[in-house]
């Protein structure tokens, strides 16, 4: 059982926000996406990506990663099509991150550089690992983390949902202790917002709705240069 709380803003420099996420408590499935490309590509692209996957899973009872990854393919041929069919779709992509309860496990998805992180007793991780030129490309080449912090190339995807076929997705299964905490976040948060301030948000005693609101605020005080998502979600075993 999850209990769980999202949140989206704009930030403070975008007019529009071109993040999406879905939380169907019913279906144990949650997603975030954060979309790119012009006009309301972005948007499209972000929002369709959620709302295929949800419409693919929810037809099938038998929760299991291989279907999970298989729902990512899904929404990859639904944006690519779309960008195809329509001219002001054209280049439109976006990240995509979700997590699917199965039994006592948590499976996870991704796609480009929207995180989930595991906050348990030891402290806070991420569990996903970034689509993007510095993690995939700057580490082989030895570039150390203050160099990655500021090369040019720094936040370019290597992967995204509608950018190309066939599609990488990095999958996960967790079976995480009583009372663990998920965060899903855009890189609105996570890019500004230090691990360690993260974790002590999450380490606070408050609602998921208060957790959520504040992590928000955090990435705004640092600037908000781009939209800010955050999926909040409290794992527990015990039925009430």
């Not at 999406?20 to 590509?41: N, S, T």
């Amino acid at each position: 059982m999850v209990e769980a709380f999202g949140l989206s803003d704009p930030g403070c420099v975008r007019k529009n926000n071109e993040d999406y996420f879905g939380i169907d408590p019913a279906a144990g499935l949650y997603l975030l996406a954060d979309g790119m490309g012009g006009a309301q590509a972005g948007e499209t692209a972000s929002r369709l990506s959620v709302e295929t996957v949800q419409a693919f899973l929810k037809a099938k009872p038998d929760p299991n990663l291989d279907t999970l990854v298989e729902s990512f393919r899904e929404a990859n041929r639904k944006v690519l099509h779309t960008a195809s069919s329509e001219p002001r779709f054209n280049g439109m992509g976006t990240t995509l991150v979700g997590v699917w309860e199965s039994g006592e496990e948590l499976l996870i998805a991704s796609v480009g550089d929207s995180r989930a992180y595991m906050m348990e007793d030891d402290g806070l991780k991420a569990v996903t690992e970034d689509q993007t030129w510095a993690n995939e490309v700057g580490r082989k080449l030895g570039l150390d983390e203050d160099r990655m912090k500021t090369h040019p190339m720094r936040h370019v995807l290597t992967m995204a949902i509608g950018v190309e076929s066939p599609l990488r997705i990095n999958s996960y299964t967790i079976r995480p202790a009583e009372g663990a905490q998920f965060l899903l976040c855009s890189d609105g948060l996570h890019g500004v917002v230090p691990g360690k301030a993260l974790a002590e948000e999450l380490g606070r005693n408050a609602s998921q709705e208060d957790r959520c609101r504040r992590l928000i605020q955090m990435a705004r005080f640092a600037g908000g240069p781009d939209n800010i998502t955050v999926v909040l979600l409290r794992y527990s075993t015990k039925s009430s």
